[in-house]
């Protein structure tokens, strides 16, 4: 049983390590902001901002339109070989 409680001390304090000085200042000015946060309600300690989209609308319309309109030439340009395709394998197999 005696050990047993070594062997855990051994792990606990070889498993923690030191602060730096860096992450203890940090550490301390997460503690205060969090104080100064406790009883007061959500609005009032962090106001929402609303997030504007990056791309215009007009923008997102036109990068739709080129690639949407792309790949509906390209289908268009395919689908009658792949239908000529289709149609002369019909006419084999029940020819």
Do not use: H, Y
């Not at 730096?20 to 940090?26: S, V, W």
């Not at 550490?27 to 901002?49: H, I, L, S, V, Y």
């Amino acid at each position: 049983m005696v050990g047993a409680k070594v062997i855990l001390l051994w792990m606990m304090i070889n498993t923690c390590q030191a602060q730096t000085p860096q992450q203890r200042r940090a550490n301390d000015r997460f503690a205060k902001t969090e104080a100064a946060k406790r009883g007061k309600a959500q609005t009032t300690t962090k106001p929402k901002k609303n997030t504007k989209s990056p791309l215009s609308a007009s923008w997102v319309v036109l990068l739709a339109f080129v690639v949407c309109g792309g790949l509906l030439l390209e289908l268009l340009r395919i689908v009658p070989e792949l239908w000529s395709t289709v149609a002369s394998w019909f006419t084999r197999i029940t020819g």
